[in-house]
C-alpha cells in the first residue's frame, strides 16, 4: 500500500513543507461500543494522525466508516474508547471554544438574527450570562457589531440580511452565516461535519470556492468530512481516506491513505484526466477491500 | 355547489360557504335551546331548568349588578354601575378563583426551569426524571383529602391541587422538548465559549420558549379543572362554588351565565397567550 502511495504523490506536485507545529494530535484511538452480549461493534480502530497548524484536511470515506465519529471526538463531543486526542497541545475532554463548528444541520440558531448568530460568540466568551448587566457590554456589543458586518459583507451576504432569522435564508447563505458565526471566534482550529452536502450543485461549488479564500487567507486548521471525493479533492491540502478491511463487527475503520494535495483545488476542468485517475485511486480505498474486479466508477463532478 | 359531497378530501369549497357552515352547529344549539325552553315554560311557566331570555337577562344582572347573597356589601342610593359591579356576584367570584389561578401559574415556572435542566444535565435527568415520571401517574384529586389536612382547607389545598396536578405533565412535557433540540446548537454553543448556565437559558431555554407557552395554553383546561374540583368541594367563594351552591335551588339563569363566562374567559387567555407568542417570537413555525 505504501508504494501506492508514493507513486500516487509523485504524480502530484508535493507542496514544500514547511516545518510548522503540531495543532491535532491523534494517538492510537480505538472506538468501539457493545451490541448485545460480549459482542462489540468497532468504529475505528487504532488510528494515529498528526495533524500540522494550517493544514486543510479533509477526511474521505463512505457512510459509517466512523468519519464524523472521529470529528466529533477531535471536538470534545465524543470519547474514544482507547486513545487520546489533543486539540492545541491540551488534550480534549469535553466541548470548548478551542475548535471552530459547523454541522451540516441546525448550524445556526433559530432563535437569532443573522447578525446576532455572529455576535453570540464573541459576545458570550467575553460576557457570561449575568455579565451582561456589566457596564462595558454595550460598547464591546457596539464594536463587535461592527466587526460582524464585515465578516457578513465578506462571506458575501448583503447588509440587509443581517435582521433576518436563519429560516428566511437558503441553505447556502445559513452555511455562510454558519461559517462566519465559527470564524468570528478566531479560532485556530475549524471542524466542518459534511457541511456542504444538503446544498445544490451550484451552491456547493461558490461555498467551496469561499472556504479555500477563507483557509488561505488566515490559514487556520480545518477538518473536514465529506463523502465527495471531488469536493475532498478540490477542498484539502491532505486527503485521509478511512476504510474497513473487511465487514465484521470486530472490524474497525483504519487510515487507509494518506496523501498530500497539491494544495491548488483539483478540479476535472483544469487537471483533466489526471483528476479522473486521483479519484479513481482514491475510491479504490475508499471502498476498502481493494476489489480490482469491480470496474472504477468516477464520481459524478 | 354541483360537486357538493362532504366526503370529499380535495374539495374546495367556497369562502362564504365555509363560514356559513361553521356556524350552522352554534344555530342548530340555540335553536334546540329556545325550542326546549318555549316548550317547557308551556307547560309551567315558572320552570327553572331551561330558563327563558327574560330569565336569563334577569340571572344576569342579577350577578353583574348584585352583591352576592352572603356579601355584608350594601349598595348606597346613588352608586355607580361600576361601583355595584366591583361588588357584584360575578365579579366577586372571578377575583377569588383569578387569584388562585394566578398564584398556581407563577408556581407553574420553577417547574419548567426544572424541566430545563431535567432534559439538560444528566445529573438532574438521573436523580429527577423516573420520580417525576411516576409522580405523574399519581392522580392528583385522589391527594385532595391529604392536602385539605396539610394545607387546611382554604386556599393553598387549592393552589397545591393545581400545581401538582399540571406540573408533573408540564414537566415531562418540557422535558421532551429540551431533549428534541438539536445536539449540534448545544455543541455549537460550547464551541462559542458559553458556559453550562449560557446554554441552558440563553440558547435552549429562549428556543423551547414558545413551544412551553403552547404547552401551557393545552394545560390551561386541566388547570381550571383542578380549580373547580377544589372549589365545589370545599370553598367559600370562587367560580365553581357560585355554580355549585346555584345548582341547590336550580338557579340555571346564573349557571347558564357563569358557565358562558369562564369560558369565555379561557379562550381570552389562550387567545392572549397566542398572540403574545407570535409578537414575542416571531422566528417560531409551529
Not at chain 2, 178 to 191: H, L, M, N, Y
Given at each position: 500500500?505504501?508504494?501506492?502511495?508514493?507513486?500516487?504523490?509523485?504524480?502530484?506536485?508535493?507542496?514544500?513543507?514547511?516545518?510548522?507545529?503540531?495543532?491535532?494530535?491523534?494517538?492510537?484511538?480505538?472506538?468501539?461500543?457493545?451490541?448485545?452480549?460480549?459482542?462489540?461493534?468497532?468504529?475505528?480502530?487504532?488510528?494515529?494522525?498528526?495533524?500540522?497548524?494550517?493544514?486543510?484536511?479533509?477526511?474521505?470515506?463512505?457512510?459509517?466508516?466512523?468519519?464524523?465519529?472521529?470529528?466529533?471526538?477531535?471536538?470534545?463531543?465524543?470519547?474514544?474508547?482507547?486513545?487520546?486526542?489533543?486539540?492545541?497541545?491540551?488534550?480534549?475532554?469535553?466541548?470548548?471554544?478551542?475548535?471552530?463548528?459547523?454541522?451540516?444541520?441546525?448550524?445556526?440558531f433559530p432563535d437569532?438574527?443573522?447578525?446576532?448568530?455572529?455576535?453570540?460568540?464573541?459576545?458570550?466568551?467575553?460576557?457570561?450570562?449575568?455579565?451582561?448587566?456589566?457596564?462595558?457590554?454595550?460598547?464591546?456589543?457596539?464594536?463587535?457589531?461592527?466587526?460582524?458586518?464585515?465578516?457578513?459583507?465578506?462571506?458575501?451576504?448583503?447588509?440587509?440580511?443581517?435582521?433576518?432569522?436563519?429560516h428566511?435564508?437558503?441553505?447556502?447563505?445559513?452555511?455562510?452565516?454558519?461559517?462566519?458565526?465559527?470564524?468570528?471566534?478566531?479560532?485556530?482550529?475549524?471542524?466542518?461535519?459534511?457541511?456542504?452536502?444538503?446544498?445544490?450543485?451550484?451552491?456547493?461549488?461558490?461555498?467551496?470556492?469561499?472556504?479555500?479564500?477563507?483557509?488561505?487567507?488566515?490559514?487556520?486548521?480545518?477538518?473536514?468530512?465529506?463523502?465527495?471525493?471531488?469536493?475532498?479533492?478540490?477542498?484539502?491540502?491532505?486527503?485521509?481516506?478511512?476504510?474497513?478491511?473487511?465487514?465484521?463487527?470486530?472490524?474497525?475503520?483504519?487510515?487507509?491513505?494518506?496523501?498530500?494535495?497539491?494544495?491548488?483545488?483539483?478540479?476535472?476542468?483544469?487537471?483533466?484526466?489526471?483528476?479522473?485517475?486521483?479519484?479513481?485511486?482514491?475510491?479504490?480505498?475508499?471502498?476498502?477491500?481493494?476489489?480490482?474486479?469491480?470496474?472504477?466508477?468516477?464520481?459524478?463532478? | 355547489?354541483?360537486?357538493?359531497?362532504?366526503?370529499?378530501?380535495?374539495?374546495?369549497?367556497?369562502?362564504?360557504?365555509?363560514?356559513?357552515?361553521?356556524?350552522?352547529?352554534?344555530?342548530?344549539?340555540?335553536?334546540?335551546?329556545?325550542?326546549?325552553?318555549?316548550?317547557?315554560?308551556?307547560?309551567?311557566?315558572?320552570?327553572?331548568?331551561?330558563?327563558?331570555?327574560?330569565?336569563?337577562?334577569?340571572?344576569?344582572?342579577?350577578?353583574?349588578?348584585?352583591?352576592?347573597?352572603?356579601?355584608?356589601?350594601?349598595?348606597?342610593?346613588?352608586?355607580?354601575?361600576?361601583?355595584?359591579?366591583?361588588?357584584?356576584?360575578?365579579?366577586?367570584?372571578?377575583?377569588?378563583?383569578?387569584?388562585?389561578?394566578?398564584?398556581?401559574?407563577?408556581?407553574l415556572v420553577?417547574a419548567v426551569l426544572?424541566a430545563l435542566?431535567i432534559g439538560l444535565?444528566?445529573?438532574?435527568?438521573?436523580?429527577?426524571?423516573?420520580?417525576?415520571?411516576?409522580?405523574?401517574?399519581?392522580?392528583?384529586?385522589?391527594?385532595?383529602?391529604?392536602?385539605?389536612?396539610?394545607?387546611?382547607?382554604?386556599?393553598?389545598?387549592?393552589?397545591?391541587?393545581?400545581?401538582?396536578?399540571?406540573?408533573?405533565t408540564m414537566i415531562l412535557d418540557v422535558t421532551q422538548m429540551v431533549k428534541a433540540v438539536p445536539?449540534?446548537q448545544?455543541?455549537?454553543?460550547?464551541?462559542?465559549?458559553?458556559?453550562?448556565?449560557?446554554?441552558?437559558?440563553?440558547v435552549i431555554f429562549r428556543q423551547v420558549l414558545p413551544q412551553v407557552i403552547n404547552s401551557l395554553r393545552l394545560n390551561l383546561?386541566?388547570?381550571?379543572?383542578?380549580?373547580?374540583?377544589?372549589?365545589?368541594?370545599?370553598?367559600?367563594?370562587?367560580?365553581?362554588?357560585?355554580?355549585?351552591?346555584?345548582?341547590?335551588?336550580?338557579?340555571?339563569?346564573?349557571?347558564?351565565?357563569?358557565?358562558?363566562?369562564?369560558?369565555?374567559?379561557?379562550?381570552?387567555?389562550d387567545?392572549?397567550l397566542r398572540?403574545l407568542n407570535r409578537?414575542m417570537h416571531p422566528w417560531f413555525q409551529s
Amino acid at each position: 500500500m505504501v508504494s501506492v502511495v508514493n507513486s500516487q504523490q509523485e504524480v502530484i506536485a508535493v507542496t514544500p513543507e514547511v516545518v510548522r507545529s503540531t495543532s491535532i494530535r491523534i494517538d492510537g484511538v480505538s472506538v468501539s461500543y457493545p451490541v448485545g452480549k460480549k459482542r462489540h461493534k468497532t468504529i475505528l480502530e487504532d488510528i494515529n494522525l498528526e495533524i500540522a497548524q494550517g493544514e486543510f484536511v479533509v477526511l474521505l470515506g463512505e457512510t459509517g466508516c466512523g468519519k464524523s465519529t472521529l470529528l466529533r471526538m477531535i471536538l470534545g463531543q465524543e470519547r474514544p474508547t482507547v486513545g487520546t486526542i489533543s486539540v492545541g497541545g491540551g488534550v480534549v475532554e469535553r466541548v470548548d471554544a478551542r475548535s471552530g463548528y459547523v454541522p451540516q444541520k441546525y448550524s445556526l440558531f433559530p432563535d437569532r438574527t443573522v447578525l446576532d448568530n455572529l455576535t453570540m460568540g464573541p459576545e458570550t466568551s467575553k460576557y457570561h450570562i449575568l455579565g451582561r448587566l456589566k457596564p462595558g457590554f454595550r460598547a464591546f456589543r457596539r464594536q463587535v457589531r461592527e466587526e460582524a458586518m464585515q465578516q457578513l459583507k465578506h462571506m458575501g451576504l448583503q447588509a440587509s440580511d443581517a435582521d433576518k432569522y436563519p429560516h428566511q435564508l437558503s441553505g447556502g447563505m445559513q452555511q455562510r452565516v454558519a461559517i462566519a458565526q465559527a470564524l468570528m471566534m478566531k479560532s485556530s482550529v475549524l471542524l466542518m461535519d459534511e457541511a456542504f452536502s444538503a446544498l445544490d450543485p451550484g451552491t456547493r461549488k461558490s461555498l467551496q470556492r469561499l472556504l479555500r479564500n477563507v483557509w488561505s487567507e488566515t490559514q487556520p486548521t480545518v477538518v473536514f468530512v465529506t463523502h465527495n471525493t471531488a469536493e475532498a479533492l478540490y477542498l484539502g491540502t491532505r486527503l485521509i481516506v478511512l476504510a474497513r478491511t473487511s465487514h465484521s463487527d470486530d472490524c474497525g475503520s483504519r487510515v487507509a491513505l494518506d496523501m498530500k494535495l497539491p494544495g491548488t483545488g483539483m478540479s476535472l476542468a483544469r487537471d483533466g484526466k489526471e483528476f479522473l485517475d486521483l479519484v479513481d485511486h482514491v475510491e479504490q480505498f475508499s471502498r476498502g477491500t481493494q476489489d480490482e474486479t469491480i470496474s472504477p466508477q468516477g464520481e459524478t463532478i | 355547489m354541483a360537486t357538493f359531497s362532504p366526503f370529499d378530501i380535495q374539495a374546495r369549497p367556497n369562502r362564504i360557504f365555509a363560514q356559513m357552515l361553521s356556524c350552522v352547529l352554534f344555530a342548530v344549539c340555540i335553536g334546540l335551546y329556545i325550542q326546549t325552553s318555549v316548550k317547557r315554560h308551556h307547560e309551567n311557566s315558572e320552570d327553572r331548568v331551561v330558563p327563558n331570555a327574560r330569565q336569563l337577562m334577569s340571572g344576569i344582572h342579577s350577578s353583574v349588578l348584585e352583591p352576592a347573597e352572603e356579601s355584608d356589601y350594601i349598595a348606597p342610593d346613588n352608586a355607580s354601575k361600576w361601583e355595584l359591579f366591583r361588588h357584584s356576584m360575578i365579579w366577586t367570584d372571578t377575583v377569588a378563583s383569578g387569584r388562585r389561578f394566578l398564584i398556581s401559574l407563577v408556581l407553574l415556572v420553577p417547574a419548567v426551569l426544572l424541566a430545563l435542566h431535567i432534559g439538560l444535565f444528566p445529573y438532574f435527568g438521573a436523580g429527577f426524571l423516573r420520580f417525576v415520571l411516576f409522580f405523574d401517574k399519581i392522580v392528583a384529586l385522589s391527594l385532595l383529602p391529604i392536602l385539605f389536612i396539610v394545607f387546611g382547607i382554604d386556599e393553598w389545598s387549592k393552589i397545591a391541587l393545581i400545581v401538582i396536578g399540571v406540573a408533573p405533565t408540564m414537566i415531562l412535557d418540557v422535558t421532551q422538548m429540551v431533549k428534541a433540540v438539536p445536539r449540534e446548537q448545544i455543541v455549537k454553543a460550547f464551541t462559542l465559549d458559553a458556559n453550562d448556565f449560557d446554554v441552558a437559558y440563553r440558547v435552549i431555554f429562549r428556543q423551547v420558549l414558545p413551544q412551553v407557552i403552547n404547552s401551557l395554553r393545552l394545560n390551561l383546561k386541566p388547570m381550571m379543572l383542578f380549580l373547580f374540583a377544589g372549589e365545589m368541594i370545599a370553598s367559600s367563594d370562587g367560580l365553581a362554588y357560585r355554580i355549585a351552591i346555584m345548582r341547590r335551588h336550580m338557579g340555571m339563569d346564573v349557571i347558564l351565565p357563569y358557565v358562558l363566562w369562564v369560558a369565555f374567559l379561557l379562550f381570552f387567555i389562550d387567545l392572549a397567550l397566542r398572540v403574545l407568542n407570535r409578537r414575542m417570537h416571531p422566528w417560531f413555525q409551529s
